[in-house]
């Protein structure tokens, strides 16, 4: 039995309106064996076509998935929402950014997410709120990251800015929100306190003028790392060759080449620095927040990057663990997959001279996708549909669990987040692989790709790992 691991599963406020508090309560602790739950503080209701939002979100600039749990008796469709609570306006004069405005659809089932904390607890489970660790509603321009040439980048994931002290004072007004109205909550489980690396142009943000100015104070050598960090940019951007990719792609995987690249260009080794002090910094902005507002026994859980793409994001597995009770490296291996796509086309486009297959094997080695890389061609990989197993082979997710727990180091849980879409087969071998490994826990990803076969072998699965 895993009476000491902890196994969480986020659930949005949908599925609970359609399937009922006990239900959805049952799913989770009686056939999947759950020990906590997350959800973020959102009512919903179905809409017409082209008002609110597309459920399930649009991912990776499509949206091929589908839900396994029919939602208002579809597998996709919009949605239109509203807080699930009356935000107090009061507490957001420090920020230009405030909460989202309530409607019909909080005065009608608000009190969903509060009956539904009070029923998980009585229940003996943990109970947390998701939310975004950077992104405020409305975020503007001014607040979002930028390239080192000071342009918006090219994002799959519209973060903020993580030096933007009008985030921060959103941040605390939200918690302190939200901690009024849901005061027994376990934790919070912030999501990307670090920058998004899906898309090429977002491995090389944040040049926003703020960070310059938080650089500064803190004795950052920021000229050397927009020069560097320029350098770069431009050289994968017209003058990468074929011998570049030599070593990536081979078995070496870069070891000869990344040293090489951090002698010639000191700023680049600067710049990472720079991105993880950012993360550790917000970090402990909502730790300091929250026991604040929740005291010293509130739990702060972060989402982040697995490694080694963490490299580029900023957040930091060994620095975390001073700060967060857990951590959970996301197991996304569609994301994973599919930035194989969105980065080669980048440089494909503008380096034409580059052969696919080195570019291809490069990149798969440089994310750490597999020992044996036998893909030729760019559409090898890509985002898998809801049919399709991911293709990232099993011992490459367990040495990268393996690696944050060393990084950890027991200072910290470490619980990582796996995501439930994908069809049964592939979804149970993927959680197999952390149930038997020596994480302390595992969350997945979400109530809504979990169709009742997938719960019943999650908890068949968990009750005989070991």
Same mark, same amino acid.
């Given at each position: 039995?895993?009476?000491?691991?902890?196994?969480?599963?986020?659930?949005?406020?949908?599925?609970?309106?359609?399937?009922?508090?006990?239900?959805?309560?049952?799913?989770?602790?009686?056939?999947?064996?759950?020990?906590?739950?997350?959800?973020?503080?959102?009512?919903?209701?179905?809409?017409?076509?082209?008002?609110?939002?597309?459920?399930?979100?649009?991912?990776?600039?499509?949206?091929?998935?589908?839900?396994?749990?029919?939602?208002?008796?579809?597998?996709?469709?919009?949605?239109?929402?509203?807080?699930?609570?009356?935000?107090?306006?009061?507490?957001?004069?420090?920020?230009?950014?405030?909460?989202?405005?309530?409607?019909?659809?909080?005065?009608?089932?608000?009190?969903? $997410?509060?009956?539904? @904390?009070? *029923?998980?607890?009585?229940?003996? /489970?943990?109970? #947390?709120?998701?939310?975004? +660790?950077?992104? %405020?509603?409305?975020?503007?321009?001014?607040?979002?990251?930028?390239?080192?040439?000071?342009?918006?980048?090219?994002?799959?994931?519209?973060?903020?800015?993580?030096?933007?002290?009008? $985030?921060?004072?959103? @941040?605390? *007004?939200?918690?302190?929100?939200? /901690?009024?109205? #849901?005061?027994?909550?376990? +934790?919070?489980? %912030?999501?990307?306190?670090?920058?998004?690396?899906?898309?090429?142009?977002?491995?090389?943000?944040?040049?926003?003028?703020?960070?310059?100015?938080?650089?500064?104070?803190?004795?950052?050598?920021?000229?050397? @790392?927009?020069?560097?960090?320029?350098?770069?940019?431009?050289?994968?951007?017209?003058?990468?060759?074929?011998?570049?990719?030599?070593?990536?792609?081979?078995?070496?995987?870069?070891?000869?080449?990344?040293?090489?690249?951090?002698?010639?260009?000191?700023?680049?080794?600067?710049?990472?620095?720079?991105?993880?002090?950012?993360?550790?910094?917000?970090?402990?902005?909502?730790?300091?927040?929250?026991?604040?507002?929740?005291?010293?026994?509130?739990?702060?859980?972060?989402?982040?990057?697995?490694?080694?793409?963490?490299?580029?994001?900023?957040?930091?597995?060994?620095?975390?663990?001073?700060?967060?009770?857990?951590?959970?490296?996301?197991?996304?291996?569609?994301?994973?997959?599919?930035?194989?796509?969105?980065?080669?086309?980048?440089?494909?486009?503008?380096?034409?001279?580059?052969?696919?297959?080195?570019?291809?094997?490069?990149?798969?080695?440089?994310?750490?996708?597999?020992?044996?890389?036998?893909?030729?061609?760019?559409?090898?990989?890509?985002?898998?549909?809801?049919?399709?197993?991911?293709?990232?082979?099993?011992?490459?997710?367990?040495?990268?669990?393996?690696?944050?727990?060393?990084?950890?180091?027991?200072?910290?849980?470490?619980?990582?987040?796996?995501?439930?879409?994908?069809?049964?087969?592939?979804?149970?071998?993927?959680?197999?692989?952390?149930?038997?490994?020596?994480?302390?826990?595992?969350?997945?990803?979400?109530?809504?790709?979990?169709?009742?076969?997938?719960?019943?072998?999650?908890?068949?699965?968990?009750?005989?790992?070991?």
């Amino acid at each position: 039995m895993n009476e000491k691991r902890l196994l969480g599963i986020t659930v949005l406020a949908d599925f609970i309106l359609n399937e009922g508090v006990e239900a959805v309560l049952d799913n989770l602790v009686d056939r999947a064996g759950a020990t906590a739950v997350a959800l973020n503080p959102t009512v919903t209701a179905p809409s017409e076509e082209g008002v609110g939002s597309f459920q399930p979100p649009s991912d990776a600039g499509s949206s091929p998935r589908l839900f396994d749990r029919p939602l208002w008796g579809r597998r996709s469709l919009w949605v239109r929402s509203a807080p699930s609570y009356r935000p107090r306006l009061s507490y957001y004069g420090d920020t230009p950014y405030k909460p989202r405005e309530p409607n019909e659809l909080t005065d009608a089932h608000g009190d969903l $997410i509060e009956r539904f @904390i009070d *029923a998980a607890l009585d229940r003996g /489970l943990k109970v #947390y709120l998701q939310l975004s +660790g950077a992104t %405020p509603p409305g975020l503007s321009d001014e607040d979002r990251p930028r390239r080192p040439d000071g342009q918006l980048p090219d994002r799959m994931a519209d973060t903020g800015c993580l030096a933007s002290e009008a $985030i921060r004072a959103y @941040i605390a *007004a939200y918690v302190r929100d939200l /901690l009024e109205q #849901y005061p027994r909550v376990t +934790g919070f489980r %912030p999501d990307w306190p670090e920058y998004p690396c899906y898309k090429l142009d977002e491995a090389f943000q944040d040049f926003n003028p703020q960070v310059a100015r938080w650089a500064a104070d803190r004795q950052f050598d920021y000229e050397a @790392i927009h020069r560097d960090v320029q350098a770069a940019y431009d050289y994968l951007h017209g003058r990468l060759d074929n011998r570049d990719l030599l070593d990536f792609s081979g078995p070496g995987r870069g070891a000869a080449t990344l040293p090489a690249i951090f002698r010639s260009y000191p700023g680049i080794v600067e710049w990472l620095r720079l991105k993880t002090a950012l993360s550790n910094d917000l970090l402990r902005h909502w730790r300091t927040v929250i026991t604040t507002h929740g005291g010293p026994e509130m739990e702060l859980s972060a989402n982040a990057f697995m490694t080694p793409l963490t490299l580029w994001t900023g957040f930091d597995f060994r620095g975390a663990p001073e700060i967060c009770d857990a951590v959970s490296p996301k197991l996304y291996t569609m994301h994973w997959s599919v930035m194989v796509e969105f980065w080669g086309r980048v440089l494909l486009e503008h380096n034409p001279g580059l052969d696919e297959r080195l570019l291809v094997r490069s990149l798969a080695h440089l994310f750490d996708l597999g020992d044996k890389i036998t893909a030729t061609r760019i559409e090898d990989y890509g985002y898998p549909g809801p049919d399709e197993p991911h293709p990232i082979p099993d011992d490459v997710q367990r040495r990268r669990i393996e690696q944050v727990c060393a990084e950890v180091n027991g200072r910290a849980l470490v619980t990582p987040l796996m995501h439930g879409y994908g069809p049964h087969h592939d979804f149970v071998r993927r959680f197999r692989v952390v149930a038997e490994s020596p994480a302390d826990g595992v969350w997945i990803n979400r109530y809504g790709y979990l169709s009742d076969d997938k719960l019943d072998a999650v908890g068949r699965i968990w009750r005989q790992a070991r």
